[in-house]
């Protein structure tokens, strides 16, 4: 059975007018095939240099923390193979590469059909080559006499087509590598120019964090903030299609309770295949808080997903659902941009909700081409200021 878990306004450009306040019969039929489900896609174990083994990471997601899924993904590079705890395998497996075996092993053994999903990969590069990388389903260890530490066009060109096993790609804290940023998931191997960067990335790439650790501390229900949303909207910008996660980058025993950070998937069933297939499709948002439950669609498609529009005025839906805190009040945006446009963005107010429910908006735009997500800030209740950041939904007007 289910596990179901019940503005600043910056104008650039008149992108937007709010026509209608939330309608009293919002169309959200179609967003009601989906359930939403709880995980993380990054942390470690002692087989880079986290704790424990991977067992005891997907024993506690899936039993303390409550996790829907977990990945698992180690460090690939030498800077990483020295254990916190050692004792337990003796090193890790950028230098013993047999070793990814037991993270692999650990992982389908963990995957239970609707009832937690164990999924596995390993963690790119080092921060001062080009930052991280997540490689979610890597049947091997990307060997660094194959790929050096921040070669990314040999990762793209040569390792991810080779490597049938890989499903998707993440970018991991994007907001790190402040010395050399112009490094970063390789643009400066592509002429620094993000069209040959997206061109390259884009069989691959569909997540990237918005949310992230704190991963080097001790300790449980940390805060969480949304440090990368600036770096989110600027990949939007430059036309890469990709939806953000909030992780919890575990390097301790606090697997899923370090934080209350949790990525949520809209997916029709809890299993490895459906909740890779959501992510493959975007259905993916980042939530500051464990227990909210969003979903969102404009047109009738859900976020994630593109529509064409023969009219100017976009019907935007939502619905809201957290069982821990009925009675919040929350405030949702629109956040607009669009693919060809470098940086440029709006933040327009939709409606204040009060309570779990449907809400509905309609959105009027100037742009032909545009991409729109949420915003949803927790205004009161016990925990103000949470925050959610949807994927888009990418719209053509006709």
Known sequence: ??????????????????????????????????????????????????????????????????????????????????????????????????????????????????????????????????????VIGASKVIDENDVPSGDF??????????????RFIQMNHPWENSKAPGKNYGLEQFGKSFTKLRNASSQWLRTIEVINGPGLKEGTNMPASVKGESAYLKYLTRGFHIAPTADQDNHRRNWGTATQARTGVLATRLTRQTILTAIDKLRVYASTDSSLEVWFGVNGVVMGDEVTSS?????????????????????????????????????????????????????????????????????????????????????TIQ
């Open 1 to 134: 059975m289910f596990r179901q878990r019940a503005v600043h306004l910056a104008v650039i450009v008149c992108a937007a007018l709010i026509l209608a306040a939330p309608g009293p019969v919002p169309a959200t039929a179609f967003l009601n095939q989906f359930h939403v489900f709880f995980g993380n896609l990054h942390a470690h174990t002692t087989l880079s240099d986290g704790s424990g083994a991977p067992t005891n990471a997907f024993t506690m997601a899936r039993n303390t923390a409550k996790l829907d899924f977990l990945a698992v993904t180690e460090h690939n590079h030498s800077a990483a193979a020295h254990p916190k705890e050692a004792a337990v395998f003796g090193t890790g497996i950028a230098a013993q590469h047999s070793l990814y075996s037991k993270l692999t092993s650990a992982a389908n053994a963990a995957d239970d059909d609707d009832d937690f999903v164990a999924l596995f990969g390993q963690e790119f590069s080092t921060i001062s080559s080009g930052n991280h990388m997540n």
């Open 153 to 166: 066009k040999e990762l793209y060109q040569t390792f991810l087509p080779g490597d049938h096993g890989v």
């Open 311 to 395: 009219s100017r005025d976009l019907n935007v839906v939502w619905k809201i659902n957290d069982s821990n805190e009925s009675g919040a009040t929350y405030r949702i945006s629109a956040v607009v941009g669009r693919d060809t446009i470098p940086d440029e963005k709006t933040t327009t107010k939709l409606a204040d909700q009060s309570g779990n429910g449907e809400g509905s908006a309609t959105f009027h735009t100037t742009f032909q081409k545009l991409f729109l997500y949420l915003k949803i800030v927790q205004q009161s209740g016990g925990n103000s200021n949470d925050t959610v950041i949807t994927s888009p939904v990418w719209i």
